[in-house]
């Protein structure tokens, strides 16, 4: 099947607005693949971290990205054969991966890689850029927010529920930073397209955001 004919749904949106548990809800009820972008940027600075590289030294950076020996096993995350699913995780993780999503030839570095999820019998991808940059043509846009106070209180309640100490001020300034980071750089910027539809999931579950993709997901694709 030509790769294009293959169906995208884009999920896009800020730190901890719950796109990661939404988009995987939507790929299990089609029965589609998942593509965790954010993972690939995680991934990229986690490889930096231990190779002491600099967050400006972009030449070296890009060129871990194009190097980067990943698999994804169901919720697992390999880099070279050493299991990492937690290791990216970690604030320093955090910090580093949007420090690196900064620089271009590290987004160009990882473009073919993303691409190449697009596997019958569809997709769906979640990230910052999936809509506008990667899969322009997909089938679905979705811009998913929720407000910062709900997501610094989501991002509270699983740090706690994993033993990890944290405090909803702290959280809620790093979330606003990393924000402000993401939409104000040169490349790939997160904002909301003119052809996505807005999700705010302030006061929804996790299942009333599934369904309201998967609702418009099928309008799309009714013929006529
Ligand atoms: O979604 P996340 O928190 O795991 O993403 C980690 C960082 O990577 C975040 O700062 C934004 C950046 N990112 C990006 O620039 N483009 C993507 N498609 C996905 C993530």
């Given at each position: 099947m030509a790769r294009e004919l293959i169906p995208v749904i884009a999920i896009d949106g800020p730190s901890a607005s719950g796109k990661g548990t939404v988009a995987q809800g939507v790929a299990r009820a089609l029965g589609w693949r998942y593509l965790d972008s954010g993972a690939l940027y995680r991934l990229v600075a986690l490889a930096a971290l231990e190779l002491a590289?600099?967050?400006?030294q972009a030449q070296r950076l890009a060129e871990i990205a194009g190097r980067l020996d990943v698999q994804f096993e169901g919720d697992e995350v390999w880099l070279a054969g050493r299991r990492v699913t937690e290791a990216i995780r970690t604030e320093a993780c955090s910090v580093g991966a949007s420090r690196c999503a900064a620089v271009p030839a590290v987004r160009s570095a990882l473009l073919a890689r993303q691409r190449s999820f697009r596997t019958p019998p569809g997709l769906v991808a979640e990230g910052r850029d999936m809509g506008s940059v990667v899969f322009p043509d997909a089938v679905l846009k979705v811009f998913l927010t929720a407000s910062v106070e709900a997501r610094a209180e989501r991002r509270h309640k699983q740090l706690i529920d994993k033993g990890i100490p944290a405090n909803i001020p702290t959280l809620l300034r790093d979330l606003q930073e990393r924000d402000a980071r993401d939409a104000e750089r040169p490349v790939a910027p997160l904002r909301q397209l003119p052809d996505a539809r807005l999700l705010d999931t302030t006061r929804l579950t996790v299942d009333e955001a599934v369904a309201q993709v998967l609702g418009w997901y099928r309008e799309r694709a009714k013929p006529g």
């Open positions: 590289v600099e967050w400006d």
